[in-house]
């Protein structure tokens, strides 16, 4: 069974700050998909990136980067020069690349940016 | 494409009453997910369906839940009779090589 776990509730940041979000994962697969997700009030599900468990090379999506380390198991999300905009919900998630794709997630990560 | 959507964006409805949420994927998508997201359990995995075929429903809370793909560019999550504790936002999402992208979700409120 999948399983993923976000250790944080809440994480508070000043403007322009790095913040760098945890998540880990549990699954029997060898080859799956990992993302972060973001919800912000409006409450639409927004997907920030995505990593593919066979690339070694860390995803990154402008001010979004993951680091991602298969044998630990763990896919954090770092967000640079944090703005405003990026107060929200955010969601770790996975998804089996073969067969059944279950996308399951984990409880989520409260980001304030403060100014 | 326009994206998953869902519709109605808001349903008030009282307790007993048949609800019936409505979902179109994106177009080409393979995989279609519903989702329910509450303040205590977060996003739970009610059922998903691949091809129009249900694969998982173990997350549907109880036989008053049931869930429909007649074809690939419809489905739709019924719950019959309704009652208080469904009050959530109730999210569908379809994807193509794992990445899901979302509606706009369902406010259900049960009185």
């Known amino acids: 069974a999948q399983t993923v776990t976000q250790s944080q509730p809440e994480m508070s940041v000043q403007e322009a700050e790095t913040v760098t979000l945890s998540c880990t994962y549990d699954t029997s697969e060898n080859n799956y998909y990992l993302f972060w997700y973001k919800q912000p009030p409006s409450r639409q599900m927004i997907l920030v990136i995505r990593?593919?468990?066979?690339?070694?090379q860390n995803a990154t999506e402008n001010r979004f980067s993951v680091n991602f380390q298969k044998a630990a198991k763990s896919f954090s999300l770092k967000i640079s020069d944090s703005q405003l905009g990026d107060t929200a919900m955010y969601f770790c998630a996975s998804a089996s690349r073969g067969g059944a794709q279950k996308l399951v997630f984990g409880q989520g990560t409260r980001l304030t940016i403060n100014p | 494409d326009a994206g998953v959507i869902q519709s109605p964006r808001h349903e008030v409805t009282e307790m007993g009453q048949e609800v019936t949420l409505r979902c179109k994927p994106i177009?080409?998508?393979?995989?279609l997910f519903w989702y329910r997201q509450t303040m205590m359990r977060g996003l739970e995995l009610l059922i998903y369906?691949?091809?129009?075929?249900?694969?998982?429903d173990s997350g549907m809370p109880e036989d008053r839940f049931s869930a429909k793909m007649p074809n690939a560019s419809f489905s739709t999550l019924k719950i019959q009779p309704s009652e208080p504790r469904d009050s959530a936002v109730y999210f569908c999402?379809?994807?193509?090589?794992?990445?899901?992208?979302f509606g706009q979700g369902t406010r259900l409120t049960v009185v």
């Open positions: 369906f691949n091809n129009n075929v249900p694969i998982d």
């Open positions: 990593q593919e468990a066979y690339k070694q």
């Open positions: 177009s080409g998508h393979d995989y």
């Open positions: 999402a379809s994807s193509f090589r794992g990445a899901a992208f």
